[in-house]
């Protein structure tokens, strides 16, 4: 606005003061603006939370060890994980109309955005892994959620190494993409 | 200088906190839903080197109580900038209100080398706010300002008076009138509900922009300070990237491409965002107009790229570990080869710029955890300036002198604030939940 000009005038008024002795009379006027007095809040509510499986459904008759653990920073796979992923992949390549969505997710160390990209690092190792097996890229999907979601709120290794995870996820066979 | 800040505890011990709970004031603010929760500041460490001004309180001819208690708010702003120490109440002399000749001799032997002054008239529905600040030792008259005011702007009035106060006696523009966001948590029953909230730079007026029972992530402010894009979970199989209008509530879905959608950052002329991208293989920095959602690749490389910001129209600086652990680099924002430029401990990343592109703001893991770091990139110079071991996701005031940032005390996901020089540290918690993910706005007026 027209700051300097106001700055101006309340220097000569204020060698007035000095000067005469008088009470200050202000001249200068500026108007508050409100800083973001508005705001028009949007709520999202509704979101699916996962539908029912069938436990006859390919997805309900999947292997039931479905959380892969990682060591800190990586995304790597542990040799102790080898076997449950394998059986993994063997499964979905004998069903094709099978999906499953790979949820990775690391503890709360480090940034929240690279902890998302560790995340998806973890997940596409798994993927990797169940394609080399067979699985088509289609029956996949990677979603990291970094360290949004962790199991454990604990601030300690206990915690953390239960978040350093991915989560396998059996979808049902009909999904609508968006 | 640089001075460390100690822990909470002994912090609290050394007898300089001052607390200020703010919920009441919330009651009159029109628009401010039932539920307000309660933002506590709490200055933990004050400015060694402050200066001590004497703030009276405004004159109100008025009947009952004033509307706004204009001296304490501009008093708490000067206070939390760790550049002024506000006299104690006792030791104001007298009580000179706008247009007494104040007795210059008399503040200065109370040991106030400022005095600001003022008064609150009432004007139909509105009301007048003025003040004049002098200069003790000079006994000269620096400023005055009338503000006309509504109900809801009295507050605005106070931070434009410390901004005022700000500029005059350090010559650095002011950022008290100015807005945070952040990210809440709460839990409500077994279920959390994550808000994209917006509150004044002290913690006042906290307005929900977005409410989610998903993750919520990286709000990112346009210049334009109405816009806000952030980083939604709503859909459980793919993040995306939003930019709402806080004033209209309208809300527009960017991008959701498969794999990552993250790291929005607005380039300086508000027509472009850096955003993080992995559909393409693996996680890069790309540029994508918010027009027409075109996207341009920016790095290629084979490892992390992520968390891109602006150091100017041109220079963007991001996350990457190319190199192994996490480091900054810097790239033009058309492409192009990356430099690295950080070198201290094996984890840098989480970049903030301040508006003047000379300090960058990062988060430096270290044997202890992570800390909030600085670099000066004309002067090479990086310095430490928080002590905790999990903080996070610094942010810059407008004006370059203060950083917020996330941190975790007691277990608890509060907001921090250190100035530039590590000086002056206060931290905002929220009282029913979690606080994360702060971004301060740009000036807006």
């Known amino acids: 606005m027209n700051k300097s000009i106001s700055i101006g005038a309340v220097v000569v008024l204020s060698s007035m003061l000095v000067a005469c002795g008088s009470n200050p009379k202000q001249t200068t006027t500026q108007t508050a603006t409100a800083s973001g007095a508005t705001v028009n809040p949007v709520t999202i509510d509704g979101v699916d939370d996962g539908t029912q499986i069938d436990p006859d459904s390919i997805a309900g008759r999947a292997p039931k060890e479905r959380v892969i653990f990682f060591d800190f920073n990586k995304s790597e796979i542990r040799p102790e994980y080898l076997e449950i992923i394998t059986q993994h992949g063997r499964y979905l390549a004998q069903n094709p109309t099978g999906r499953a969505r790979l949820e990775g997710h690391t503890d709360e160390r480090g940034t929240r955005e690279y902890n998302i990209a560790l995340g998806e690092a973890r997940a596409k190792s798994i993927a990797r892994m169940l394609q080399l097996q067979g699985v088509s890229s289609a029956q996949l999907r990677s979603v990291s959620y970094g360290e949004e979601l962790p199991v454990d709120e604990g601030h300690n290794e206990a915690a953390w190494s239960k978040n350093r995870r991915v989560n396998i996820i059996y979808e049902v066979e009909v999904e609508v993409q968006n | 200088m640089f001075s460390k800040w ?73 206070q939390r900038s760790g550049n002024f120490s506000p006299l104690n109440k006792e030791d104001l002399i007298g009580r000179p209100v706008s247009g007494d000749k104040p007795r210059f001799g008399n503040w200065r032997i109370a040991g106030a080398e400022f005095l ?14 003025e003040f004049q600040l002098f200069d003790v030792s000079q006994q000269r008259l620096l400023s005055g300002f009338n503000f006309k005011v509504t109900t809801q702007t009295l507050r605005n009035a106070a931070h434009q008076i410390a901004d005022e106060v700000y500029e005059e006696v350090l010559g650095i523009r002011g950022a008290f009138n100015t807005q945070i966001a952040f990210v809440s948590v709460e839990r409500e029953g077994g279920k959390k509900s994550y808000k994209l909230q917006l509150a004044d ?103 992390i790229d992520t968390e891109a910001v602006w150091a100017d129209d041109d220079t963007l600086i991001f996350t990457s570990d190319r190199s192994g652990g996490p480091q900054l680099y810097e790239v033009s924002s058309s492409g192009g080869r990356a430099e690295r430029i950080t070198f201290e401990g094996n ?42 071991s999990l903080d996070e996701s610094p942010s810059f005031a407008p004006n370059g002198q203060m950083i917020i ?41």
């Open chain 2, 6 to 78: 100690f822990t909470h505890a002994k912090r609290s011990a050394a007898g300089k906190v001052v607390s200020a709970l703010l919920g009441v004031m919330c009651l009159w603010l029109v628009g401010t839903s039932a539920a307000v929760a309660v933002i506590e500041i709490e200055i933990t460490q004050g400015g060694e080197s402050a200066i001590p001004i004497a703030i009276v309180p405004f004159g109100w001819k008025g009947g009952g109580a004033p509307p706004a208690d204009i001296a304490g708010i501009v008093s708490d702003d000067l």
């Open chain 2, 116 to 129: 600001l002054i003022g008064a609150i008239d009432k004007a139909g529905e509105n009301y007048n706010v």
């Open chain 2, 201 to 303: 730079a002290d913690g006042q007026n906290p307005q929900a922009m977005l409410t989610s029972p998903r993750p919520i992530l990286s709000p990112a402010w346009a210049p334009d300070g109405i816009r806000i894009a952030y980083v939604s979970f709503e859909n459980r199989n793919r993040s995306a990237i939003y930019v709402q209008d806080r004033q209209q509530g309208s809300r527009k879905k960017i991008i959701s491409k498969a794999g990552i959608n993250g790291a929005p950052s607005w380039s300086p002329d508000g027509t472009r965002l850096a955003v993080t991208l992995s559909f393409e293989g693996n996680p890069d920095i790309y540029v994508l107009n918010v027009d027409d959602g075109a996207t341009r690749r920016i790095t290629t490389s084979p490892a």
């Open chain 2, 347 to 388: 984890y840098n990343a989480s970049a903030s710029v301040s508006a003047d592109g000379t300090n960058v703001a990062f988060v430096h893991g270290s044997d202890i955890g992570f800390q909030i770091g600085t670099f000066d990139r004309e002067l090479g110079l990086f310095q430490t300036l928080t002590d905790g």
């Open chain 2, 405 to 445: 940032y996330a941190t975790e005390l007691g277990g608890r996901e509060t907001l921090g604030a250190v100035s530039l020089d590590g000086s002056v540290v206060q931290s905002l918690s929220l009282d029913t939940g979690g606080v994360r993910e702060p971004a301060w706005s740009p000036f807006t007026n």
